[in-house]
């Protein structure tokens, strides 16, 4: 997301959040295309009605899930892209931070938490409060 300063961030646990999120639609996917595969009516069934009805209900089927299945792979694709981005983002977040000879945020907390936390905050809640 872009700041008011134009600064580019992300929330790492908010996109594995979504990830998490995604992989849980991924699931609700997979039950539906096992469930349809099962769903199975019997070409006899179809008898009093003829045998163009039974072909086009098995074609039907077979096309429900081709799409329910190409579905789910490309869920699984953008999830796991997803995953990888905000895991090499995060990476590349901590490395740059260590490189100008700070720490890494750690995973869960954000650089405010960190400041508030540390013992120099009274003093720049004092200061601030002073100018």
């Not at 790492?12 to 997979?30: L, Y």
């Not at 539906?32 to 769903?39: A, G, I, S």
């Amino acid at each position: 997301m872009t700041g008011p300063t134009g600064q580019y961030t992300v929330s790492p646990e908010a996109v594995r959040s979504i990830v998490g999120n995604v992989g849980g639609i991924i699931m609700q996917t997979m039950n539906t295309v096992l469930d349809l595969e099962k769903m199975i009516v019997a070409p006899a069934s179809f008898a009093t009605i003829g045998t163009a009805v039974a072909s086009a209900n098995t074609q039907l089927q077979t096309r429900q899930v081709t799409a329910l299945r190409s579905l789910l792979s490309l869920l699984q694709k953008v999830n796991d892209l997803v995953k990888t981005s905000v895991d090499a983002y995060d990476t590349a977040d901590q490395a740059v931070a260590t490189g100008y000879g700070g720490q890494a945020t750690p995973a869960g907390t954000t650089p405010s938490a960190a400041l508030w936390s540390s013992p120099t905050a009274t003093q720049v809640a004092a200061r601030a409060v002073g100018a």
